[in-house]
């Protein structure tokens, strides 16, 4: 009898560890298969084009191919319902910016949370806005622009990729800063708004680099200023707000990379150091800044980061879009 408990109790041990090896095993064999990236937006635009950079470099950091999925409608929505009720186990995950994860929060009523339904994996880029104008425009500068605004209220048009998209609250939160009034135009996307920039159609947009800069560099739109503490890299004959006469008008289209909530530690640090690896990459770094957007220092790149960043954005921007009653059409 004893020999037959001492045995029981062996294997009853045995059995006990059991799920810790396995855990362990997963996570020091994460992953075994391709990974699925979740796009909120179509293919070609300024996130898609950085998620696949991003995708290129990562995937020969796991050893496994990273699937770039356009997952569009809804300013984002739609993909974030989708990458939050994806199971946590690290193969998927998603890239959001400004608009899906802080924005969306205070415009519509979501079935997710965009702060407390994802695990951050690391801040990826900031990409802050141009102020542009038509190329017709008599305005030089900012301190112009902000006059002739002035002196022709609800006159001048401002082109939008919709209510409650970012180029909508930049214009709202112009407005305040500089006491002007003019109307918005909603379009289906930034590229339709800034074609009709370029003809005259609208005024102005407050666009993200990204897609403004080669318009701003054929000289098809004026830029007036980046909406950021420090001049663009790619482009640094543009002027700050703070040079240009509006100082703390900071708007930016950061990038973050999230997975499900309850995804293990050990699965985001190992995301979280094939980002660090794919951004501290000379080439990775150089297409961040032709397309506008610059890497963060490695200290903010973390999970942590990331959060931080998220939280302080929202408790900036969520009283600003309600004050303004701004909801989604």
Do not use: C
């Amino acid at each position: 009898m004893k020999l037959h408990r001492r045995r029981f109790l062996h294997l009853a041990g045995g059995a006990a560890a059991l799920p810790v090896v396995s855990r362990t095993a997963r996570a020091e064999t994460y992953p075994t298969r391709p990974i699925t990236l979740i796009v909120p937006f179509a293919a070609g635009g300024p996130t898609d084009v950085l998620a696949r950079i991003l995708g290129a470099h990562m995937q020969t950091t796991l050893g496994q191919t990273i699937v770039i999925e356009n997952v569009t409608g809804a300013s984002g929505t739609l993909a974030g319902l989708r990458a939050a009720r994806a199971a946590p186990d690290g193969y998927t995950i998603t890239i959001g910016h400004w608009g899906t994860h802080v924005l969306n929060g205070a415009i519509y009523q979501l079935q997710y949370d965009v702060l407390h339904d994802f695990a951050p994996i690391a801040l990826l880029a900031n990409g802050p806005q141009l102020i542009i104008g038509r190329p017709t425009l008599a305005a030089r500068d900012l301190k112009e622009l902000v006059g002739w605004l002035k002196d022709n209220p609800n006159k001048v048009t401002a082109g939008t990729a919709g209510a409650g998209s970012g180029a909508h609250i930049a214009g709202v939160f112009f407005q305040s800063m500089t006491g002007t009034s003019f109307s918005f135009v909603p379009y289906r996307g930034a590229g339709p708004a800034l074609n009709d920039l370029m003809a005259g159609h609208i005024d102005l947009m407050f666009d993200q680099a990204t897609n403004s800069l080669p318009q701003v560099r054929g000289g098809k739109v004026t830029a007036y200023a980046v909406t950021s503490r420090s001049r663009l890299a790619s482009d640094p004959d543009i002027p700050t707000v703070d040079e240009a006469g509006l100082p703390g008008l900071y708007i930016a289209y950061w990038h973050g990379l999230w997975a499900p909530k309850n995804a293990s530690a050990e699965i985001v640090a190992r995301l979280n150091a094939a980002v660090v690896g794919a951004l501290g990459d000379p080439a990775v770094k150089q297409r961040f800044l032709e397309l506008g957007q610059e890497t963060p220092p490695p200290e903010r790149q973390t999970p942590a980061g990331l959060k931080s960043h998220q939280t302080a954005e929202i408790e900036k921007w969520w009283p600003i879009i309600k004050a303004a009653n701004i909801k989604a059409d």
